[in-house]
């Protein structure tokens, strides 16, 4: 071949490539993991290893999802009805795992998009992964919102800054000279959680007194309990993994120290009251984003009946008053949102779509507490709480619904 | 001073739950000469066995006494099928069949009970009582009293008895027990049997102070292990004496040594452990073996 006719013939398949990637934009070929009935999505938690329990968020999900396929799919925005193909992969919380699951559900199975992956550490292992191959990881559970992704991720539980501004907010009103101590878990979510109260009780006679950390492995938090009972601290915040936040609530009425207890909803779950005694949690303060639900029975909410009967029917394997199964269904509901609203189904149009959330409902999340982003100015869904106080027996609310809308720092 | 003080009492609190651990790990080594790294997770299924009698309406006296009988027959039967046809096989074979074991019975625990933590009712009443300004639990004197008379017992009937004899023998040398007339078979069943039961009752008293669930014993073998080496693998009263230590160096340590974080408390014991070993290679109160020529 001449040099000319190789010229030729290389600008010839230079036209054609600009044109086909034309074409493609215009036609908007569906993203991998689609078809014209089905759409494949990926979900990777801890189903086991010490801290299984998160493995309900995978779960909830399951339910929300299967209860939309048992009436027929999701009709997304392009008309088609399409049924949600579940891939969910255990990785035990270790965010290697994470990341290797990660790779084979995009590069194996083709899932369209990532939902409700667990722990902010296994989100940042995918970070770098999912921002090179373009893959969305909406709704992720995670109290920590600005990670390593920021154009392929999205949050959706509250940020930990909002939840200490509510629990600051409480303090202010309630207990105005306030001597606090820290229990916290040593990650992201502790240093966030404490930055945001620290700046939120900034000119306030509330003043902190000890901070003591804490491991979701420690096999018990005694010592540092009794290190804060000695700091004469007046106020306990529990900011703790189900079984240290669960010892560190009983603490309270075995020891013989009565500090007002305010609980963040890592552990404050009706469940982890339970094994602690529900007579020992009382008087606790916690946040919530969600209804509160205590049992199977059937209520008059649309929203917890429709729960109720998903969690029935996909035979979910945690307590239906278990918070983080509960926030599983409700990502998995604005998920199946997010793709009704697909006007056509690629992964782009999916990261428009949950950037710009105009105040979705959600049936597990009260009426006056919405879902909303904004692109460039908002990427935490929720950022509205409810306070709540035990009695012993339920949760009761106190005050009313705290709106820190488009106000938190991380 | 009294923080100090509460700070010894809660290394107390929290090395009885080693202690009861390393006790039954102890137990297991005496009596077959293997480490069981998968006694923990046996224990807390027998724990979860209890429960469920429990939730089905039989008393706790009777749900202890059937799990117990039940946990000596899941030892048993755990050996026959997994360990037996493999007591030929080189020491490190088994340690990797224990660590199936591992695996094994927390996966058979989530998959029957799931992963949310239960309450466990208490053997002992609830509260405490103060001894000046220092608070302490009715459960961790509990506790350690039973776990004492436990190792004590042990240490009788290893010493003492016929049968002791026999099990330390077989453990010690298959083929040469067997010469002497000692059936090794059935005293290693035997051991692997009283091993799960000392395994499930620790796992009794401990399961209301870390709350019932499939991995409350993981996060434990650790330090379990490092008591058991810390008071030497051969002595039931040194496991117990070597898990206080080792909760008391991590409660102390952790407090006052503040550069050490929370990640970093499990550091303390094993340092400490690392130093007695230097000192006393067979730890604090193992025997050395004499080889008479």
């Known amino acids: 071949m001449s040099l000319i006719s190789k010229l030729k013939s290389c600008t010839k398949q230079l036209a054609m490539t600009v044109l086909l990637t034309a074409s493609q934009a215009h036609a908007a070929e569906p993203s991998p993991g689609v078809a014209d009935d089905t759409i494949r999505i990926g979900v990777t938690g801890p189903l086991t290893g010490p801290v299984a329990v998160v493995g309900a968020v995978a779960e909830g999900i399951r339910a929300r999802i299967e209860q939309v396929n048992a009436e027929g799919g999701v009709k997304m925005g392009d008309g088609k009805t399409r049924k949600i193909e579940l891939v969910i992969e255990d990785d035990g919380l270790d965010p290697q795992r994470t990341l290797a699951n990660v790779r084979k559900m995009v590069e194996q199975d083709e899932v369209f998009a990532l939902v409700g992956t667990a722990a902010t550490p296994n989100n940042l292992a995918i970070g770098r992964y999912i921002n090179q191959k373009k893959v969305p990881n909406v709704f992720m559970y995670s109290g920590v919102h600005a990670l390593n992704a920021p154009d392929w991720e999205i949050g959706f539980v509250p940020s930990f800054a909002t939840e200490a501004d509510s629990f600051a907010e409480y303090l202010k009103v309630g207990r105005p000279d306030a001597k606090v101590a820290f229990l916290y878990l040593n990650t992201e979510t502790g240093e966030i959680f404490m930055k945001a109260f620290d700046r939120a009780i900034e000119g306030t006679s509330i003043r902190v007194v000890d901070r003591q950390p804490v491991t979701s492995q420690d096999p018990t938090v005694e010592t540092q309990l009794n290190t804060l009972k000695a700091s004469g601290a007046d106020t306990l915040v529990i900011i703790a993994a189900p079984r240290q936040g669960g010892e560190a609530i009983r603490f309270q009425s075995e020891s013989g120290w009565k500090p007002l207890t305010l609980v963040t909803n890592l552990s404050s779950a009706y469940p982890i009251l339970q094994s602690v005694g529900l007579e020992n949690a009382k008087g606790i303060i916690t946040s919530d984003f969600l209804k509160p639900i205590v049992g199977d029975k059937k209520t008059d909410d649309k929203g917890i009946d429709l729960y109720l009967d998903a969690a029935a029917a996909s035979k979910v394997n945690f307590n239906v008053a278990n918070t983080i199964g509960q926030t599983g269904y409700a990502i998995g509901d604005a998920l199946v949102q997010a793709l009704e609203k697909l006007k056509e189904p690629t992964r782009e149009e999916l990261m428009k779509v949950v950037r710009n959330i105009d105040g979705w409902q959600n049936p597990l999340l009260p009426a006056d507490i919405k879902i909303t982003t904004k692109e460039g100015s908002d990427i935490f869904p929720i950022e509205a709480l409810q306070l709540y106080q035990f009695d012993g027996q339920k949760y009761v609310p106190l005050g009313g619904t705290l709106d820190f809308e488009a106000e938190t720092k991380e | ?293």
């Open chain 2, 1 to 293: 001073m009294s923080l100090f003080f509460q700070l010894v009492v809660s290394g107390l609190t929290t090395g009885a739950i080693y202690a009861a651990l390393a006790l039954a790990l102890v137990l297991i080594f005496r009596a077959t000469n293997v480490v069981n790294f998968g006694q923990g997770e046996m224990a807390t299924f027998s724990a979860y066995c209890t429960w469920q009698l429990m939730e089905w309406g039989a008393p706790l006296w009777v749900a202890l006494l059937v799990s117990l009988a039940g946990s000596f027959a899941v030892g048993v039967i755990t050996f026959r099928a997994v360990i037996r046809p493999l007591m030929s096989a080189p020491v490190e074979a088994i340690v990797v069949v224990t660590l199936g074991i591992f695996v094994l019975f927390q996966a058979a625990g989530m998959w029957l009970w799931g992963a949310e933590q239960r309450s466990f009712p208490s053997l002992f009443p609830d509260g405490g009582f103060n001894v000046g300004d220092v608070r302490i639990l009715n459960s961790t004197v509990g506790t350690l009293v039973i776990l004492v008379m436990i190792a004590v017992l042990m240490g009788l009937i290893f010493s003492f008895t016929r049968l002791g004899l026999s099990m330390r023998a077989a453990a010690f040398d298959h083929a040469r027990s067997v010469l002497v007339g000692v059936n090794v078979e059935r005293m290693l069943m035997l051991g692997w049997g009283f091993a799960a039961v000392i395994g499930a009752f620790a796992a009794i008293l401990i399961a209301p102070r870390l709350f019932l669930n499939p991995t409350m014993m993981t996060p434990i073998l650790f330090y379990g292990l490092a008591a058991a080496t810390l008071g030497g693998w051969d002595s039931p009263l040194g496991a117990i004496a070597g898990g206080l230590i080792v909760g008391v160096a991590e409660s102390l340590g952790a407090s006052y040594l503040s550069f050490i974080g929370a990640d970093m408390r499990i550091a303390v014991p094993i340092a400490l452990t690392l130093l007695i070993l230097l000192v006393k290679p067979v730890g604090l109160f193992g025997s050395y073996k004499v080889t008479k020529l």
